[in-house]
T-cell receptor, first 112, second 113 residues
Framework: ETGVTQTPRHLVMGMTNKKSLKCEQHLGHNAMYWYKQSAKKPLELMFVYSLEERVENNSVPSRFSPECPNSSHLFLHLHTLQPEDSALYLC???????????FGPGTRLTVL | KNQVEQSPQSLIILEGKNCTLQCNYTVSPFSNLRWYKQDTGRGPVSLTI?????NTKSNGRYTATLDADTKQSSLHITASQLSDSASYIC????????????FGAGTRLAVHP
């Protein structure tokens, strides 16, 4: 285990649902990230938080809304998603934004 | 344009055999290159990291090479085991900062008995 946990591990939701993904890191890191991983494509960086401040929003649609209440927790709020949003959503953390990132196990999201 | 290309896209080998995965990168400036292993249903886990001045680095049965002149890296797996079945992702860092990480699409390796 890398010290980064994600819940739920699997999520199926309809396009009109609202759900949230949770990430928690037990490593004392100051930076946290959300990535989207689609089949046969490179990881796509979505959001970056450094010391609880959002420092990157990589042109992500507003139906994805991140929240970082403290340096150990990161959420991704989902609403009115599209089927093409189905993917593995990975959370990562690092001591600083220039250091090695440690990944959680991911949430496998399916949008019907 | 900064990018990382990996080959092959997928590979099947028999248990006990060796294999080599390739990574070509066009990242400038170049800081380091890392190989990750991602098991099915899990997040990526770092195997090795190599800087500009390093040519070879080993981690057990995994050996990574880096040629900074040709901008190529390889990951060699010796005496493969069933547990090596996973995706292997090459990531190049082009300087400091989170936004300088360039990910490859990965090579999917299947080791069969």
């Amino acid at each position: 285990e890398t010290g980064v946990t994600q819940t739920p591990r699997h999520l199926v939701m309809g396009m009109t649902n609202k759900k949230s993904l949770k990430c928690e890191q037990h490593l004392g890191h100051n930076a946290m990230y959300w990535y989207k991983q689609s089949a046969k494509k490179p990881l796509e960086l979505m959001f970056v938080y450094s010391l609880e401040e959002r420092v990157e929003n990589n042109s992500v649609p507003s139906r994805f809304s991140p929240e970082c209440p403290n340096s150990s927790h990161l959420f991704l709020h989902l609403h009115t998603l599209q089927p093409e949003d189905s993917a593995l959503y990975l959370c990562a953390s690092s001591p600083g934004t220039s250091n090695e990132q440690f990944f959680g196990p991911g949430t496998r999201l399916t949008v019907l | 344009k900064n990018q990382v290309e990996q080959s092959p896209q997928s590979l099947i080998i028999l248990e006990g055999k060796n294999c080599t995965l390739q990574c070509n990168y066009t990242v400038s400036p170049f800081s380091n290159l890392r190989w990750y292993k991602q098991d099915t249903g899990r997040g990526p886990v770092s195997l090795t990291i190599m800087t500009f001045s390093e040519n070879t680095k080993s981690n057990g049965r995994y050996t990574a090479t880096l040629d900074a002149d040709t901008k190529q890296s390889s990951l060699h797996i010796t005496a493969s085991q069933l547990s090596d079945s996973a995706s292997y992702i090459c990531v190049a860092r082009g300087g400091g900062g989170y936004n300088k990480l360039i990910f490859g699409a990965g090579t999917r390796l299947a080791v069969h008995p």
